[in-house]
Structure formats: structure tokens, C-alpha cells
């Protein structure tokens, strides 16, 4: 386990993966840290997702996000809009379970790859079609995050981000 510090400085966006496989535990791991985000409603948080390890389905992902091919497991995030309080903010909801996924992920010494799928319709058509969602109006694929170890030259490391001229007090 890393300080909490580190976990967010040196995140990277991991783009390619060992052929090694991600432990069970640690994807639970990955799962229970996105539903630990906050969410409009507690206890009305629109989020599911559905794990991925299958190559071939991987593949067909990786005909739509060419990113998801050559990773060892794909975490498809879904929108249930009929789980949700506040059935409009889905995306901030969404957002929030990603990113805490992402951090779980470097965490636990794995790359994570956020793989946008929403909201280009088109997208989450043909993404829902190949996880076995017929109809995307209340049940929409958010995005895709991939994890694994990952490829040499594409570990996690501090990029400085930082911007003073984005800061404003007390007025814009
Ligand atoms: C909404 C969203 C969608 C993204 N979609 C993709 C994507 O489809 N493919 C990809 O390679 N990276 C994608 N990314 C990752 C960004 O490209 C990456 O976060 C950005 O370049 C900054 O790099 P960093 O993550 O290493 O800080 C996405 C990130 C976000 C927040």
C-alpha cells in the first residue's frame, strides 16, 4: 500500500499491460473502491460494473477502444438510471466511482486506463451490444477501465500538473 500522496502524484494514465494476470482480491479491491465514491444520493448511486477477462471479448471492446485489447481484465462501468435518486447527474456519479478505481489501482502497484465511452452514443450502442446490454436507455455504459502490471516505460510517475494561473480566490 502506498501513502495517500504518492497514489495521487504519481498516476499515470497506463496504456499498455505485462501478459501477467490481475489477482481476483485485488480487482474486488478495485470494485469496493468505486462504490466507496461519493455519489447524488446515497444508497441511490447509479453505478454496476461488469468485469472482463475474457480475450475475446476484450477484443471485440478493443474494436471500439483500441486500448482495452492487450489488457489482462476491463472493468466496463454501467449507468442503472433506474437505481438513481438524481437520474441526471449519472455522469458525475460515474466520474467519481472511475477515478477512485483508478487510485485503488496504483495502490495496489497495477496501471489503470480510463477508456471513454459516454456520451457518444454511438459508443455505448455498440459497447452495451457486447456485454449483453440490448437497450442503452436506462442502463448506460460509462466507460471502460482497464487495469493491470503495467508494460515497461509506462509505470506510474509523477508528471507535474500544476497550474497557479488556474487558481482564483474568492472571485473568478
Ligand atoms: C473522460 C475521460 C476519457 C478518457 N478516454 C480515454 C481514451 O479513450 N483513451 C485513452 O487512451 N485515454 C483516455 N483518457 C485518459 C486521458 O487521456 C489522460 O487521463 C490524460 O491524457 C492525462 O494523462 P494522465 O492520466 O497520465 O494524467 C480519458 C480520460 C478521461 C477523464
Known amino acids: 500500500m502506498a501513502d495517500f500522496e504518492t497514489i ?3 498516476r499515470r494514465s497506463i496504456r499498455e499491460y505485462q501478459q501477467k494476470d490481475v489477482d481476483d482480491e485485488d480487482i474486488l479491491k478495485i470494485l469496493k473502491a468505486g462504490m466507496q465514491a461519493p455519489g447524488s444520493r446515497l444508497g441511490a448511486e447509479p453505478w454496476e460494473f461488469v468485469v472482463i477477462k475474457d480475450k475475446e471479448t476484450l477484443a471485440k471492446l478493443g474494436e471500439i477502444k483500441p486500448r482495452v485489447t492487450g489488457a489482462p481484465v476491463a472493468i466496463v462501468l454501467v449507468a442503472n438510471i433506474e437505481r ?3 437520474k441526471t447527474v449519472w455522469q458525475q456519479d460515474m466520474g467519481a466511482a472511475a477515478e477512485n478505481m483508478l487510485l485503488e489501482a496504483v495502490n495496489l502497484g497495477l496501471g489503470g486506463l480510463w477508456n471513454g465511452v459516454a ?11 457486447i456485454i449483453g446490454i440490448a437497450d442503452i436507455s436506462e442502463t448506460k455504459p460509462y466507460c471502460i477501465i482497464t487495469v493491470g502490471y503495467p508494460a515497461e516505460g509506462w509505470e506510474n510517475k509523477f508528471m507535474d500538473k500544476f497550474d497557479e494561473e488556474r487558481i482564483h480566490y474568492e472571485k473568478y
Request: charged content about 35%.
Open 8 to 10: 495521487v502524484n504519481t
Open 119 to 129: 456520451p457518444d452514443e454511438e459508443r455505448m450502442t455498440k459497447i452495451g451490444e
Open 84 to 86: 438513481a435518486f438524481y
